[in-house]
């Protein structure tokens, strides 16, 4: 008995990259700025977790700094 083929698995983050390009929407970013874009991110989810655990107002404050900051780097990389 062998085996059938049920789907397909389409790679869509490498479709989206080629499309991009296409269009000329992709840039190249500095190594130190992902970087740092990664530590905001890293930062993110450390504020989430104490936000969680001691759900105060003050972790709600910490963690609404953190993605205005992240939202403001998401917008510079991403035209509309």
Not at 19 to 30: D, F, K, N, W, Y
Not at 38 to 56: E, P
Not at 61 to 69: H, K, N, Q, S
């Amino acid at each position: 008995m062998g085996l059938q083929q049920r789907g397909v698995i389409v790679d869509f983050d490498s479709r989206r990259r080629a499309v991009l390009a296409q269009r000329g929407l992709m840039h190249c970013v500095e190594t130190k700025d992902d970087r740092e874009v990664n530590t905001a991110w890293d930062d993110l989810m450390k504020l989430v977790i104490q936000a969680w655990s001691w759900r105060d107002p003050e972790s709600l404050d910490a963690l609404e700094t953190a993605m205005v900051v992240l939202r403001k780097r998401i917008e510079d990389d991403w035209p509309s």
